[in-house]
């Protein structure tokens, strides 16, 4: 046989068992005659983006075994004390409210999540308000410091927070850092990771940069645990830029929230999971969940987390989305710095805009060291637009809040951005909150933001010149690596 002939008979073999791999995975057709046409003709740079970004969540049990099922089980105890405080809850759900109760079914049965009400909640917008809080209550801590962030960076504000976790260490306090390594790559060097781990601190990368299998698939979440008793998550990581907006931006505009109660119990289970995930220790949980404060059995706010991995069953977080838009009668409130919407939420957001719902979302239209995203943005922008969604370009500063409001009753707040990298390759959360207060702090922020706001105008856009137009949508192409 000929070198020729042997090239083609290997090639063709090549089809096949690709062919045959991508079937079997039970795809949809689109997706894979997709990913058939990127492993035929770009078979090298084909398998390196499947190996990225193709897989689902099959792949990374084998990896990331831990799940809420197979905790210690002195901490499946804990948890399972919560299913009265759930039920509960989905009983006077059942007689007040319809949507609150079909949104809390949803997040129990996809993300198995347990709607908590001894809660106390404070939203906090931006840095300049959440990192005080954050560290007063790390001043205050007596046993233990958890934190969990997507970036953390060893600058001015990094090294401060280190101080004071190494006081905090040789008060007696255990601190325990998790962060991501790609997220965290450029702002955390050796040197400070050194003076944390000489200082007694444990920090640990979720993941290995080595393992090339799970690189894209990063933890996004934001998560501060004190003592078991308070807790923090949104949309802030740790670092300058959020006090000291980056250059060509006035403002680093966040939203988080800090809460006390029931719920933290939730936010200290994550972290003690992902923690065993990340360095194969699961420690005695039971230190780590205290009984709860007289304030906060007396208090009545429910509260619900929602997960989403690459190793998730179901998208919880898109599914909660979803489920958010679908049920408003009146409004919906969004904010997000990133706008990539697969075809559902695309559809949702239309037909509840054609459906005469005051649809509202407002987003970044550029960003700090990206421009892929923003530029993707626009041609999605267009599409709900068009369908009468109200689209909005936040100008006062970069806008990084992870914020959804419907009728003024729910709200979301949490880590994960409309994208979907967010909804489908990120570990992600976001804490859904039942309570007419908290939708009414958010309506408000919402209102006075919009004032900052442009419009997206069809029009203009469409007048624009052709090449910036087929420049976004080109940028479209990349959106599931956004």
Known sequence: MTTSQILEISFGFYAVSVAIFLISENRAPKSSFAWMLLFIVLPGLGLAVYLFLGRGHEAFVRRFRVTEQDAPVQMQGLLDASKEEHNAALGVMSLEDEMALRIATLVHSNANSRVTTSNCITVLQDADTTYPALVAAIKEAKSSIHLHYYIWNGDTFGTKLLNLLAAKVSEGVKVRILYDPVGSFTGLGRQYLRKARDAGVEIRPFSSLWHIQTISYRNHRKIAVIDGRIGFTGGLNIGDEHLDPPVGFDRWRDTHIRLTGSVVWSLQAIFVIDWANATDEIFDPIPYFPALSNEDLAANLPIQICLSGPDSEYEAIRQLYFELIASAERQVLIQTPFFILDETLSEALKLKALSGVDVQVMISPTGPGQFLPYWAANTYALDVARAGVKVLHYNAGFLHAKTVCIDGKVSSIGTA?????????????????????????????????VADCVVFDVAAYQARGRLLRFRDSLARLAAPLL
């Open 417 to 449: 951005n409309w994208d979907i990298r967010s909804f489908s390759i990120n570990y992600e959360l976001t804490a859904v909150i039942y309570d007419l207060d908290v939708a009414k702090q958010l309506v408000k922020a919402f209102e006075i933001d």
